[in-house]
């Protein structure tokens, strides 16, 4: 596995690549990898002939100072883990190599980056959609790939591609989860014992909203209930978003629910906001490690 820290040489390599015809992907993370990130790259792996993976923790998409710094960090472990799945680059930036001084453009969202996670933490997907934007154009790969726990984040990289033509194929990937169910995330490396033991209430919340709609259970309002109560049984946790969106749009959904639904979860502990998603109706929308 080669390491690029410039923009200048990995172009160079990709160039040589795209001229022999090769197939890029992309996996845009932000390191302190864990099994999810992993999955995402044996995608790549499997559907292209090169794989680009980068680690660059953007600081435009954090809304505190504090949280940026406070970000987990591993690259040393990062890239010896990716040099054993088969990563052919690992694209690791400086700040200053992505964010020269006097940067102004921005790619924004009138709708979707206003709602639900973009509502708590504003100007986090206008950083997150700029990134993106900057590195479509620097790798020119020809699949992306995301993690479907990040589900807004998907559907506005989504929206962008097709909104601003970017000739590249957006792959979502199932959520990677923990034996216990918990969805694998970078910020559970900052959880305390207490609070990850605690953050099984996620799972059993949205499996709870699950089986209720299994059993065919079609009242927004009812599910919505279901998934609050089943959180509040946990104290640790602080409920910030419990919400049911359109899988394709992210409308929100009439009372009675008719198109593909996902449920959309966060909860924080202690300083520690967690994520998760269902697709309601979806029994294998998940991969869970062995670890
Ligand atoms: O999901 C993430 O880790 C980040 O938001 C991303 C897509 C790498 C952009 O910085």
Redesign the pocket.
């Given at each position: 596995m080669i390491v690029f820290n410039t923009i200048k040489n990995l172009q160079a390599t990709l160039t040589k690549d795209r001229e022999k015809g090769k197939i890029i992907g992309f996996v845009?993370?932000?390191g302190a990898l864990h099994a999810g990130h992993l999955t995402l790259a044996r995608h790549s792996l499997a559907t292209c002939q090169r794989t680009v993976f980068?680690i660059?923790?953007?600081p435009k998409?954090f809304c505190s100072d504090e949280d940026f710094s406070s970000y987990p960090r591993s690259l040393v472990k990062d890239v010896a883990l990716l040099a054993k799945v088969g990563v052919d680059y690992c694209f690791a930036p400086s700040v200053e190599e992505i964010w020269s001084e006097g940067h102004e453009t921005f790619v924004d969202m009138d709708q979707l980056s206003r709602v639900l996670l973009g509502k708590q933490r504003p100007g986090h997907f206008r950083?997150?959609a700029t990134?993106?934007a900057k590195?479509f154009n620097i790798i020119g790969a020809n699949k992306a790939f995301?993690?479907e726990k990040?589900f807004q984040?998907l559907i506005i990289?989504r929206r962008m591609v097709k909104d601003l033509a970017f000739p590249v194929e957006i792959v979502g990937v199932p959520t990677c989860r923990d034996p216990d169910g918990v969805a694998s995330s970078?910020r559970n490396l900052l959880l305390t014992a207490e609070d990850r033991k605690a953050a099984v209430v996620i799972p059993q919340s949205w499996r709870a909203v699950e089986r209720l709609y299994h059993a065919g259970e079609r009242s927004s309002k009812r599910l919505l209930e279901v998934a609050r109560k089943v959180l509040e049984k946990e104290k640790r946790g602080k409920i910030e978003i419990i919400d049911l969106r359109n899988v394709e749009t992210f409308a929100n959904v009439e009372e009675a629910i008719k198109k593909p639904t996902v449920l959309i979860l966060a909860v924080r502990f202690g300083k520690i906001q967690l994520i998760d998603q269902h697709i309601l109706g979806s029994n294998a929308s998940c991969i869970y490690t062995t670890e």
């Open positions: 845009p993370t932000m980068m660059f923790v953007n998409q950083g997150v990134i993106l590195t995301f993690g990040d984040q990289v970078s």
